[in-house]
């Protein structure tokens, strides 16, 4: 098969840096290398089924969840890949209580934020799982180890964020603020090529995805959209969307942003001590809410504020995350606010 000669990403992310004279390419040699650690966990994530790489590593997290083997895998290959970059002074990590330390005397410029593997609960049943990553330049002065302040930014602060989805094929998906663009990896080269450039989420939204299992422990305006969601409106022509829930967020929210749909992990009363719901701010909703923008999507919590305005107060702060095709986010924070 005669492949087109495509545009590599390490091809596009120069083409990115030549718009910004003044760059040193020190954010080009961050997502560089973190290309490479999504390689490598594609290459695992690929033969979980086969590598000694399925089922519990016996360890908790912070987060009080099991770690799966292919969580401690990514997060690993990540933190030690991106400590030597050079380009970093501090990161985080869902799977670390604190913050992570690069290699003394590596310091760099930026921070990272990352799910090494978001959708854990399907590695071993062979759904589609993603890593979400998220950069901020540093507050504090260069030259020192970074701190825990360099990361607790808002979202409207970052400088690139992305993902990387393991599905029918790895995709990486990312902005720097210039658009959204997508790359397939084409694991014969081991190379990532531009296939899907400048992503706009369709207008016309198809799906909506949340798990209607917590109905129960819903606020009643939120019971009331998913309602709407599902109901024949005669008067305007409109059929009922379709529910999609996969259960990787980084799966439902690449599927609404290519097809159109809106995305809902609300606040429930299920988990007293997770009252906002189980979604992580800095390095599952920011991100994601990154790209949404910049595709011509929009998210928000649950009592209508914008995730990218949100000044985290600690690392693994959990917010409500309404994201996806504007109508449709527009639509409901009517419904919460009680004009709905
Ligand atoms: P993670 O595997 O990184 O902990 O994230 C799992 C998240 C997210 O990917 C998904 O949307 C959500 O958990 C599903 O939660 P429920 O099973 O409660 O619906
Ligand atoms: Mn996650
Ligand atoms: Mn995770």
Same mark, same amino acid.
């Given at each position: 098969?005669?492949?087109?000669?495509?545009?590599?990403?390490?091809?596009?992310?120069?083409?990115?840096?030549?718009?910004?004279?003044?760059? %040193?390419?020190?954010?080009?040699?961050?997502?560089? #290398?973190?290309?490479?650690?999504?390689?490598?966990?594609?290459?695992?994530?690929?033969?979980?089924?086969?590598?000694?790489?399925?089922?519990?590593?016996? *360890?908790?997290?912070?987060?009080? !969840?099991?770690? /799966?083997?292919?969580?401690? =895998?990514?997060? $690993?290959?990540?933190?030690?890949?991106?400590?030597? &970059?050079?380009?970093? &002074?501090?990161?985080?990590? #869902?799977?670390?209580?604190?913050?992570?330390?690069?290699?003394?005397?590596? !310091?760099?410029? +930026?921070?990272?934020?990352?799910?090494?593997?978001?959708?854990?609960? $399907?590695?071993?049943?062979?759904?589609?799982?993603?890593?979400?990553?998220?950069?901020?330049?540093?507050?504090?002065?260069?030259? #020192?180890?970074? %701190?825990?302040?360099?990361?607790?930014?808002?979202? $409207?602060?970052?400088?690139?964020?992305?993902?990387?989805?393991?599905?029918?094929?790895?995709?990486?998906?990312? %902005?720097?603020?210039?658009?959204?663009?997508?790359?397939?990896?084409?694991?014969?080269? @081991?190379?990532?090529?531009?296939?899907?450039?400048?992503?706009?989420?369709?207008?016309? &939204?198809?799906?909506?995805?949340? $798990? #209607? @299992? +917590?109905?129960?422990?819903?606020?009643?305006?939120?019971?009331?959209?998913?309602?709407?969601?599902?109901?024949?409106?005669?008067?305007? @022509?409109?059929?009922?969307?379709?529910?999609?829930?996969?259960?990787?967020?980084?799966?439902?929210?690449?599927?609404?942003?290519?097809?159109?749909?809106?995305?809902? =992990?609300?606040?429930?009363?299920?988990?007293?001590? *997770?009252?906002?719901?189980?979604?992580?701010?800095?390095? !599952?909703?920011?991100?994601?809410? =990154?790209?949404?923008? /910049?595709? @011509?999507?929009?998210?928000? %919590?649950?009592?209508?504020?914008?995730? /990218?305005?949100?000044?985290? !107060?600690?690392?693994?702060?959990?917010?409500?995350?309404?994201?996806?095709?504007?109508?449709?986010?527009?639509?409901?924070?009517?419904?919460?606010?009680g004009k709905g």
């Open positions: 098969m005669n492949r087109p000669l495509g545009i590599t990403v390490n091809r596009h992310i120069s083409d990115l840096q030549r718009l910004h004279p003044k760059a %040193t390419g020190a954010l080009s040699s961050v997502l560089n #290398e973190l290309i490479v650690s999504a390689k490598t966990i594609s290459a695992e994530a690929n033969m979980a089924g086969l590598a000694d790489i399925l089922g519990m590593s016996g *360890k908790t997290n912070i987060q009080g !969840e099991k770690v /799966q083997k292919l969580d401690e =895998y990514a997060n $690993n290959s990540i933190k030690r890949r991106m400590a030597r &970059c050079g380009h970093l &002074c501090v990161m985080a990590s #869902e799977e670390e209580e604190g913050i992570i330390p690069v290699k003394p005397g590596y !310091e760099g410029s +930026y921070t990272l934020a990352f799910d090494p593997v978001d959708g854990s609960s $399907n590695i071993d049943v062979n759904v589609s799982i993603g890593t979400i990553f998220s950069v901020h330049s540093r507050l504090s002065p260069d030259g #020192e180890p970074g %701190t825990e302040k360099d990361l607790l930014q808002p979202g $409207n602060r970052q400088v690139a964020a992305g993902y990387i989805v393991y599905g029918a094929s790895t995709m990486l998906v990312f %902005t720097t603020g210039e658009g959204v663009h997508g790359f397939t990896l084409d694991p014969s080269v @081991g190379e990532f090529y531009l296939s899907h450039p400048d992503i706009k989420i369709p207008e016309k &939204c198809k799906y909506f995805s949340v $798990n #209607e @299992g +917590y109905t129960n422990y819903w606020d009643d305006r939120m019971r009331r959209f998913v309602k709407y969601l599902k109901e024949v409106d005669s008067e305007q @022509g409109r059929l009922p969307y379709s529910s999609r829930y996969i259960g990787s967020l980084v799966a439902d929210f690449h599927r609404n942003l290519i097809s159109g749909g809106i995305f809902l =992990y609300p606040s429930d009363k299920k988990d007293p001590d *997770k009252p906002t719901g189980k979604l992580r701010l800095l390095y !599952e909703a920011a991100p994601l809410a =990154y790209l949404v923008e /910049q595709a @011509g999507g929009r998210a928000i %919590t649950d009592d209508g504020r914008e995730i /990218q305005d949100i000044e985290p !107060e600690s690392l693994h702060q959990r917010v409500p995350l309404i994201i996806g095709s504007r109508k449709e986010v527009d639509m409901a924070e009517k419904f919460l606010s």
